[in-house]
């Protein structure tokens, strides 16, 4: 099974347009340049520390762990993810390309991959412990193995199948930040189900 990645459009998925338009996936981090030139883990962190030396310890690694997937460990074929709130569906696509630095595609930010956009799952077609793994805080993180499989599946028109749910590391704003985003769509999730 190929590897799937979550690639957030932004907070409140504010570029899933671009990203849907320009057949791109992008993360932040403005403060850095080309990362093609930065080849380990250890590196990265040294220059995520140098662009923002004000974080914390653990939001450090965290973010020199999502950037370096980005740019080194994401592969041409893998799948990649991403969520319309506005449409309540998750883009389901293929990496077309290798990493680029190109701050002029998607919203400024220069950190890109090519996608091919194939389908779009629906998220009232999942399970909640599908939801729950895909609601984790990261920009960037690989998809669950059984998660990725319920979502292939579904969008090959089959039955969906439960998972447990992963616990992903977070600073505590994010982390607020990221509770009332899941709050917002477990909300919706429950009006979606309502009748009149």
């Known amino acids: 099974m190929k590897k799937m990645w979550m690639v957030r459009a932004g907070r409140k998925a504010l570029f899933i347009d671009e990203f849907r338009e320009k057949a791109a996936v992008a993360i932040g981090w403005t403060r850095m340049e080309d990362l093609s030139h930065i080849n380990s883990q250890a590196e990265m962190l040294e220059a995520i520390r140098q662009a923002w030396p004000e974080w914390r310890p653990g939001k450090l690694r965290l973010a020199a762990s999502q950037v ?13 993810i991403s969520y319309d709130p506005q449409a309540r569906a998750y883009l389901l696509g293929d990496v077309e390309s290798e990493y680029q630095y190109r701050p002029d ?7 890109i991959r090519k996608v091919g956009w194939k389908t779009e799952v629906d998220r009232d077609a999942l399970s909640t412990p ?17 998660a990725a499989r319920e979502i292939e599946t579904i969008a090959a028109g089959g039955r969906k199948t439960p998972l447990p749910t992963p616990d992903e590391p977070a600073d ?25």
């Not at 370096?68 to 990649?80: L, N, Q, S, T, W």
């Not at 899941?182 to 309502?194: V, Y």
């Open 172 to 196: 505590d704003i994010d982390l607020l930040e990221d509770i009332e985003e899941r709050a917002t769509e477990f909300i919706k999730d429950k009006i979606s189900t309502l009748d009149w």
């Open 105 to 111: 595609t998607v919203a400024g930010w220069g950190h």
């Open 68 to 80: 370096y997937r980005f740019a080194h460990e994401i592969k041409i074929g893998d799948r990649v």
């Open 130 to 146: 599908t939801k729950n793994s895909l609601g984790a805080i990261s920009t960037l993180f690989r998809v669950p193995d059984e």
